[in-house]
């Protein structure tokens, strides 16, 4: 049974914790690799570099939302593509664990699973713009 007087502080606390990991994903890409070096390394991958360009607003523009409550839940949709794009480009051929060379798929996927259940469960407490009108 689902405690409706704590859930919508999990899902709060889900949205919170999923958004923090987008927007530091993508400070990582801005502040450490750079966009230039970012668009780069997706080159590398046979991709084209403007898609670094598109996924770091993704994950800025995506982790603001989150993090806000603002459409959450197809917030949290629009972004598993991302995490797909990374498992398949980059994690899938390193294996399961996260801790393997190049890192595996573990992490990308579970964090697949946290935006599943986000978009299942809702905007949660504090939300600005909820993906649903309550009745």
Do not use: C
């Amino acid at each position: 049974m689902i405690d409706t007087r704590t859930a919508p502080y999990a899902a709060f606390i889900l949205r919170i914790s999923l958004g923090v990991l987008f927007l530091a994903h993508f400070g990582l890409k801005f502040f450490v690799f750079t966009p230039a070096g970012t668009a780069q390394f997706f080159q590398s991958l046979g991709l084209p570099g403007a898609l670094a360009y598109l996924t770091m607003a993704a994950e800025l523009l995506g982790a603001i939302a989150l993090i806000l409550g603002v459409y959450t839940r197809f917030v949290a949709i629009a972004l598993i593509p991302i995490l797909l794009g990374a498992i398949v480009t980059v994690h899938w051929s390193a294996g399961f664990f996260f801790t393997n060379a190049n890192g595996g798929w573990e992490f990308p996927a579970f964090w697949i699973i946290g935006l599943l259940a986000l978009a299942l469960v809702g905007d949660g407490a504090f939300a600005l713009k909820p993906s649903i009108a309550k009745k």
